[in-house]
Every structure is written in C-alpha cells, then in structure tokens.
C-alpha cells in the first residue's frame, strides 16, 4: 500500500531534502568541477604558473619565429571590495586608485597600449610591433569593466581586452548586456571569450571543452555582432586539446596565467601574463623593467 506525504513527519521530509541537495552539489562538483558550482572562484594561488609538460614538447616553432617582450597585465576586480570577508575577491582586486595610477604612469613612460587582436596580427607579420608595446587584459567580465574600469581607459584613451564570461552575463557580479555594448562602443575594448561557465579546460572530455569554447565565441559574437577572436583559459587551466580546440575555433590568441613575457609563434596560445599587485609609479615601472630583462 503506498503512503501518503501526509503521513510521513516533517523532520524526515526536511532530512530527505538536504540529502539530495548535498547529492546534487557533490554530482556537481565532481562532473563540472568547482567552477560551476561557485563561479569564479580562481585566485593568485590556485593559477596554472607553469607549462604543461606535454606542451613544452611541442615548442620546437618557437625556435624559428621572432620572440618579442611584450608584457600582458591580467586584472580581475577593480573595485573598492565592501564586503571584507570576500578574501578571494580581495586577493584578485586592484582599487580604482592603484588602477588608473598604473595606468598614468604607463602612459607618462611613453608605453603602446594594444588589444590582443593587434599583437596576432604582429605575429601574423601583418603589422610591426610598436615601441614600448604592453597589454591590458581584464578577466570575467564583472560590472566593474564598465563602470570603474572604462572611464579610467576613456580618460587616458588607452586599450585594453576584457574576457567575458557570456553564460554569466547579466548576473548579480557581472555586466549586463548593455554594459557589454557600452564597452564595445567605446572602441577602446577587445572582447574576447572566458568559456560558457568558466569551467577549467585541462583535462576535461572533449564534448565539454568544444562546448565551453565553441559556444562561448558563437554566443558572443551573436549577441555582439563583433567578431571574438582572443580566449583566455579559466583559472589558466589548459592542455593540449584545449589548444587544439581553441585553434579549430578560430581564435588567433589565448591567454593563460603563467608569469612571463616573452611572445612568439610558439606561445600564442598560451600567451603569459603579468599581474601588477598594488605597486605604483616608479615602482611599478621598475618592476615591469625588471619583468623584461
């Protein structure tokens, strides 16, 4: 004889449910991993610093292409962080302050800011590498490119590239779609593509990593109108087949977080980056000469 809800007490209707929200949450994270189920959540310490040892095996181009210096700077949150308990969101913040005093200084010292589809098109030997060359690039796409960050590159008139998360567009930390288009108007900001669900690549099935890059540009470029042609790897997670499948979806460049600087034809899909910290004026551009040496 079946039983009826009704007879069954609260308590076991309650235990029953957080039961299945916990099977829910672990099936989660075990398939997709940590990212969908907290978006977002990268940090300075969990970052890819080095080269997958499969891909330095494949690096034998590089030793016949011109290698340039080309120093690209990664940010993430521009932001003054109100809630002090965020430590992930504070380890990954720059303060609108340190952001357009590094800016002002770049700009004083006289370096070319660039957009990611111009340095492929300088290793595409389609166009020469300014002097003193240097790339902005802001990952996630969170409100802040637009509100904080934008007017900061209008003021200056200086380029950048943001990659955007299009799967999270419009959600509570991210830019809406008319922030996005404000962005693109300014004419000052490449979009380029940071995976449907900011899922880390490396090592996952290749159905996934085709959908999550695939779709992303597809998305983009449909919404945009823009033609997307920079990616950035989640948390700089990537291997072999990510490459593979970024190159088969007609990106020119991607960008991981391996510190470095040195660009070339071997590296231009797993580009390195700098991140800036909070040093500023003369400090900073010591520091960035340093970087190049």
């Known amino acids: 004889m079946k039983k ?34 907290r978006p977002v959540v990268e940090s300075a310490k969990n970052d890819m610093k080095k080269l997958p040892s499969e891909v330095k ?104 590239t943001a990659y955007v998360i299009p799967g999270f567009t419009g959600g509570s930390d991210f830019m809406t779609e008319k922030q996005v288009k404000d962005v693109i108007d300014s004419g000052l900001v490449e979009i380029g593509a940071h995976t449907v669900h900011h899922i880390g690549l490396k090592g996952r099935p290749l159905k996934i990593v085709q959908y999550e890059v695939d779709t992303s540009k597809k998305m983009l470029e449909d919404t945009y109108h823009i033609p997307v042609l920079s990616f950035a790897y989640p948390s700089g997670y990537f291997d072999l087949q990510a490459i593979q499948v970024v190159k088969d979806a007609g990106f020119t460049t991607s960008v991981s977080t391996i510190p470095g600087e040195e660009v070339n034809q071997g590296s231009r899909f797993f580009l390195y980056r700098l991140r800036p910290g909070r040093r500023t004026g003369q400090i900073f551009l010591d520091w960035l000469l340093d970087m190049q040496k």
Request: proline share 4%.
């Open 57 to 160: 095996k494949q690096l034998s181009v590089a030793s016949s292409s011109a290698t340039f210096k080309v120093p690209i700077l990664m940010y993430h949150y521009v932001e003054y962080v109100q809630d002090k308990r965020d430590t992930i969101r504070q380890s990954l913040n720059i303060n609108p302050d340190i952001f357009e005093s590094q800016i002002k200084a770049l700009s004083d010292a006289g370096y070319t800011f660039m957009m990611a589809r111009e340095l492929a098109e300088v290793l595409d030997g389609k166009k020469t590498l300014p002097q003193k060359p240097i790339l902005i690039t802001i990952d996630d796409g969170h409100w802040d490119v637009d509100t904080v960050i934008l007017p900061i590159l209008k003021k200056y008139r200086v380029k950048a």
């Open 4 to 37: 009826s809800l009704k007879n069954v007490p609260l308590f076991v209707i309650i235990i029953g449910g957080i039961l299945l929200a916990a099977i829910i949450v672990i099936t989660c994270r075990f398939y997709f991993g940590r990212e969908m189920v």
